[in-house]
């Protein structure tokens, strides 16, 4: 095989740049995660990374970008064809085996605590993009399940307690799971 076949192309090298960043910012926050890092883990040089984007701040919104992209691609693939509240339980069935990635789950959390510390000091670049991001996934699932404000929120705050449940370690069979089946119907 020739030496220039085996090359990366700018967006190939791009995209393992975002995969790239998205572990090391899910480790590590947006303040706590050096460009170095993320360069390190790609093997590329620092200048190089800035050639591919022109700084942290667009590196991690690439990732944050990339994490809610990825959390619409399940809920969609595994709804697809439903509307309402089954298309909202397929959903829910779905996210379980998403927040089973932790580096997938802690990116999310580190997207929510990136923002609220860059608010905290004045920064609300990340914060824009985040908000964007967040409120277009919320959309894209409300339309899914029915349009209605309220199962969408409800659909959220589910995830957003599988979240925490997921992210302290309780495990599946702890009794703390047992009330996400509490209000379902009897067979």
């Not at 969609?76 to 379980?96: I, K, N, Q, R, V």
């Not at 659909?155 to 997921?166: D, P």
């Amino acid at each position: 095989m020739a030496r220039s076949s085996m090359r990366m192309s700018a967006e190939e090298r791009r995209e393992s740049v975002v995969r790239a960043a998205m572990i090391e910012f899910a480790r590590g926050g947006y303040r706590g995660t050096s460009t170095e890092a993320i360069a390190r883990r790609v093997g590329v040089s620092q200048p190089y990374l800035f050639r591919l984007f022109p700084g942290k701040q667009a590196i991690f919104e690439a990732a944050a970008e990339r994490c809610v992209e990825e959390t619409w691609r399940v809920f969609d693939e595994a709804s697809a064809g439903l509307t309402g509240p089954a298309a909202a339980e397929a959903m829910s069935e779905a996210y379980m085996g998403l927040v089973e990635d932790r580096d997938q789950l802690m990116m999310q959390m580190q997207l929510y605590v990136s923002v609220f510390a860059a608010r905290a000091a004045g920064e609300e670049g990340i914060g824009d993009s985040a908000r964007r991001l967040w409120e277009n996934l919320f959309e894209q699932v409300r339309i899914r399940i029915g349009g209605d404000m309220g199962d969408a929120t409800h659909f959220f705050a589910h995830g957003m307690l599988i979240n925490t449940l997921v992210a302290l370690g309780f495990p599946e069979d702890h009794r703390i799971w047992s009330g996400f089946n509490a209000h379902e119907p009897a067979e």
